[in-house]
């Protein structure tokens, strides 16, 4: 397959080809994994996720993403039948299963299980929950980090909450899905996103910022993702670099920006280096951006030592 230029990229590992995946407690190898076709997440994407790092044998910001997992399916109303305690244990076997202590993203994935009829309603479940858990060797590619990203302004727009809420990691995904085809037919490597009120919210999968004057902007986070590496990135950026704000602004404060970027899980920290055919800055990944991308792996480094 020819190399994908976007937030999602990676360097993989001939290992992920045998990978063996947790499938509601066995391990199956990755040609094998499947779910029922009445799967309430199959049916109808009934489900929550996470994205997970684990570095030097250890998750990344692991409590924070148990929280968000179990706040996500409270909302929902999805009993996942397991404790945290037995979920972590569960990622850290699948990771186990297959050898796997560095450089590893994990997508942790759970649906309201098996349904009697292929239907909306959750009342009609013939199963408890079902819980996937994938772990593959990737890297998040340096090219990337060399010549950044292209971005393309979707007129598909960040729900609000009352219509879905991005902060809850649902296996609904079409909206942006349909960005991203928007982007990619574009000629750009991913979909930037508008609020309902005009306002830059976030990309199709990663939250964006921007920096002016040594100054860092993210949107407020009222219609972007609840990203863990955007909060610690906010955080890093203000406690070591400069001055970190969450505020609304426009695309045309992002064209005229002299730094841009992406965060992710997988990623990290991704230069933007076009917008919508605008180059920003000078075309190339900035030293701002190096910096807060230099800071944040060297915090990954130290919290997983």
């Known amino acids: ?56 044998g250890k998750l990344l910001s692991l409590d924070q993403h148990m ?3 179990f706040e996500g399916a409270k909302s929902i109303s999805l009993d996942i039948g397991m404790t945290r305690q037995q979920v972590v244990d569960a990622i850290l076997a699948t990771c186990a299963e297959n050898g796997f202590t560095h450089d590893t993203h994990i997508r942790l994935m759970i649906t309201r299980g098996r349904k009697t009829t292929p239907n909306q309603d959750p009342r009609f479940m013939a199963s408890a929950a079902t819980v996937v858990i994938v772990a593959e060797l990737k890297r998040p590619r340096q090219a990337l980090a060399d010549k950044g990203l292209s971005l393309f302004t ?22 942006l899905i349909q960005a991203l ?59 070591q670099v400069g001055p ?3 505020k609304d602004f426009t695309l045309a404060q992002a064209y005229s920006a002299d730094e841009a970027f992406v965060t992710g899980t997988l990623g990290g920290v991704t230069p933007v ?7 920003i800055g000078d075309g190339t990944p900035g030293p701002l951006t190096r910096e807060i991308a230099r800071v944040y792996w060297e915090y990954v480094a130290k919290s997983c030592a």
Request: hydrophobic share 35%; with cysteine.
């Open 154 to 175: 979707s007129t598909f727009r960040c729900s609000s909450p009352d219509v879905f809420d991005l902060r809850l990691n649902s296996h609904s995904r079409l909206n």
């Open 273 to 279: 280096t076009r917008i919508d055919g605008h180059t």
């Open 244 to 246: 970190s704000v969450q």
């Open 67 to 69: 929280d968000r997992l």
């Open 181 to 239: 085809i928007q982007a990619i037919a574009a000629g750009a490597d991913e979909a930037l996103m508008l609020d309902p009120n005009g306002f830059v919210a976030s990309c199709n999968s990663t939250n964006f910022f921007i920096i002016r004057k040594g100054e860092l902007w993210t949107s407020p986070g009222l219609y972007s993702f609840n990203g863990i590496t955007r909060g610690h990135v906010a955080r890093l950026y203000g406690e």
């Open 1 to 56: 397959m020819a190399t994908i230029s976007s937030a999602q990229s990676y360097d993989g590992d001939p290992r992920n080809d045998d990978v063996r995946v947790y499938v509601n407690g066995t391990f199956v190898h990755r040609d094998k994994a499947s779910v029922s076709v009445f799967d309430a997440g199959f049916v109808l994407g009934d489900g929550i996720w996470e994205g997970l790092r684990l570095v030097n």
